[in-house]
């Protein structure tokens, strides 16, 4: 089995054992329990859409992905088919997740595809937040009322089932949605007692991204090296690296220290809420911490610059 097929495995093992999402939150009045239902969702042609403006008159199917993904990219004829199929009844979009990817990089899949449908960026990572996501592709499908009636990772089946009975006009039953917030290991307190570097990495960014992004690949190498090396020579500074959820497990963690020598702690962030407050959208991210501040932040590591860097976290 090559190591890519191993990928897809743990991918559909994920699909399966974490199905956990919030019951509902396209409800048409904000509150604080319900805080997606107005969140802005910037399309890609400058709209701007709220979930909470289709309560009570159309489904929504939310499709997340990116164009690194490989079976998202596979999936893209089809769904631009199941736009043109469904499109009277339900909302069809697109949701790029906004990490390693713009403006440009989606652009070139839509015109790539002729794709027609909406198509959003998750720029501040608010809906990921709100569906717990933790791989893509990723299907989503919220009835009228609101209510997340079906969640499945990789797989069209089930969501095409699903949509020709809502085109049929017949009932769909809800799949069962545990609400469960994941909790993460990382105890941030203790990184700032002290000059702190957060070192944010995917643990697949070298080998996944070989072939498709073969410069992002070379990147993630180069400045795992070149952070390893800044470590053994400032041990004073607080070394923490923060691994995404996205597509990662600790077996793939503990692989990844192996292969890198990694010799400081890594830890998977998975409640996201440490990624997803410091805004981190590209892997690598190195973050300085100064008194609990950042005063620093690269996504492309280069020796020289950070060790100037360092002398505002460690002055000589």
């Not at 090559?2 to 699909?15: E, N, P, V």
């Not at 440490?274 to 620093?296: A, C, D, H, R």
Request: charged letters at 25%.
């Amino acid at each position: 089995m090559t190591a890519k097929d191993h990928f897809i495995d743990r991918l559909r093992f994920l699909a399966i054992a974490l199905v956990l999402l919030p019951a509902s939150f396209a409800q048409a009045a904000p509150d604080e329990k319900n805080p997606i239902a107005n969140v802005k969702i910037e399309l890609l042609d400058g709209k701007e859409i709220r979930l909470s403006q289709f309560a009570g008159k159309k489904y929504v199917y939310l499709k997340f992905w990116a164009s690194y993904c490989e079976e998202c990219i596979r999936q893209m004829p089809h769904l631009q088919k199941t736009y043109s199929d469904y499109h009277e009844d339900v909302e069809v979009i697109a949701v790029n997740l906004g990490i390693d990817d713009d403006k440009k990089s989606v652009s070139a899949i839509k015109r790539k595809f002729n794709l027609t449908l909406p198509i959003a960026i998750d720029k501040s990572g608010e809906l990921a937040k709100a569906v717990n996501l933790i791989a893509t592709p990723l299907h989503v499908l919220i009835d009228k009322q609101g209510n997340v009636v079906y969640k499945k990772y990789v797989n069209t089946d089930g969501i095409d089932q699903r949509l020709a009975f809502i085109k049929n006009g017949k009932p769909i039953v809800a799949d069962k949605v545990t609400v469960e917030k994941q909790e993460s290991s990382i105890d941030m307190g203790h990184y700032k007692e002290k000059p702190t570097a957060l070192f944010f990495v995917a643990t697949w960014c070298d080998w996944y991204l070989a072939t498709s992004r073969p410069d992002a690949s070379k990147n993630c190498v180069s400045s795992q090296k070149i952070v390893n090396r800044l470590q053994s020579e400032y041990p004073q500074i607080n070394w923490l690296g923060i691994a995404t959820r996205l597509w990662s497990a600790e077996s793939d963690v503990a692989d990844y220290r192996k292969k890198f020598s990694v010799a400081f702690p890594v830890a998977i962030d998975a409640s996201n809420e440490i990624t997803f407050s410091y805004q981190v959208k590209n892997y690598p991210t190195l973050i300085f911490l100064k008194e609990g501040k950042e005063i620093y932040r690269s996504t492309r590591i280069d020796y020289a610059e950070t060790k100037k860097a360092l002398a505002q976290l460690v002055p000589p």
